[in-house]
């Protein structure tokens, strides 16, 4: 074969792989791209639809709409519409009856025990300590775990709450005062366990009928996070609100992972970058409707007081250390968070 004709081969040959190549990429750009299918998810909670909670829910649903051009549409079903409490929306979402469930942090425990951690009352002192927490290497190998063990991943967890507090039909300066109480309580055991050696009484009880609990006497206090007694009218029912902060952990957006990677890349994209823009307005909203809430409710009769958890905290610190004996979660963990404050 002459010189001229390999050349002209060879120029043959190139141009055949670079259009193979280019219809290579058209193709995965047109099916990334202008084909992107129509989906249709369920996003589960727990609080009612006034509160902050399900608000930041709907704001994620919005933006999850708008930024895919309406092509991915997440149905929004709060106040527990999808399971009678968070354990059952938890199991719902690991069999992929629901794709999405939004909630607090804590409740991952039932997912990977380390999560029990941010359940456990007087630990973390404030907001700012959850987020030290979170830059860790312990929390970051938990996310890892829910991922390979459990077949659900944490998109988002930057919808920071104001503190949970206790409410009460009297009003509760000690550990004196609370004894006896018969407080609502969720099926955690770091709640159950620390209030009981606390001195009340709790009775498991789930979050969507709370207030009627409340209301008709088959308790006489809770506790809440601060931004959803309004929502909940939580104080209609027990009118005195003890400033206790005695938990901070964050709200959280869950997925299950089978259903995320079947989505398209630009979907996925989509769901990472909506929650932490959703977490940030919903860390706005809830200080702001707080500030208009606390005026309604003082207004109302509700009764906001400062109190010394100093006790609190000391018997709680040894419940915590009991805990961990038993391996409710890592050993160590809870002497590193509270040295690290």
Known sequence: MRFSQKILLFILLIGSGALLWAGGQQEA??????????VTWKLAGVHAV?????????????LVKEMSGGKFIVNIYPAGQLGKDAVAMVENLMMSSIEMFGNVMDWNQHLVKDYAILAMPFLFEDIEAVKKFQQGSIYQEMGERLIQERGVRLIADNWYRLPKVLLAKRPIASLEDLKGLNMR??????????????GAKPTVIPWAEAFLSLQKGVVDGMDSPLGSIYGMKFYQAANYIMMTNHL????????NEQKFQEL???YQNILLEVGKKAGD???????????????KMEAEGAQFLEIDTRAFIS???????????????KEGLFKAITESQ
């Open 281 to 295: 307005y919903y860390t706005q909203l809830v200080i702001d409707m707080f500030k208009e809430d606390k005026q």
């Open 29 to 38: 750009a047109t099916k990334e791209g202008a084909e992107l299918p129509q």
């Open 248 to 255: 901070v952990a964050p709200m959280n957006i869950l997925v």
């Open 50 to 62: 006034t509160t902050p909670e399900t608000k930041g829910l709907n704001h994620f649903a919005e």
């Open 264 to 266: 398209p890349v630009s």
């Open 185 to 198: 309580m969720p099926s955690l055991k770091t709640y159950f366990e620390t209030w009981k050696a606390l």
């Open 315 to 329: 018997v709680a610190a040894k419940v915590a250390e009991k805990f961990e004996a038993e391996g409710m979660w």
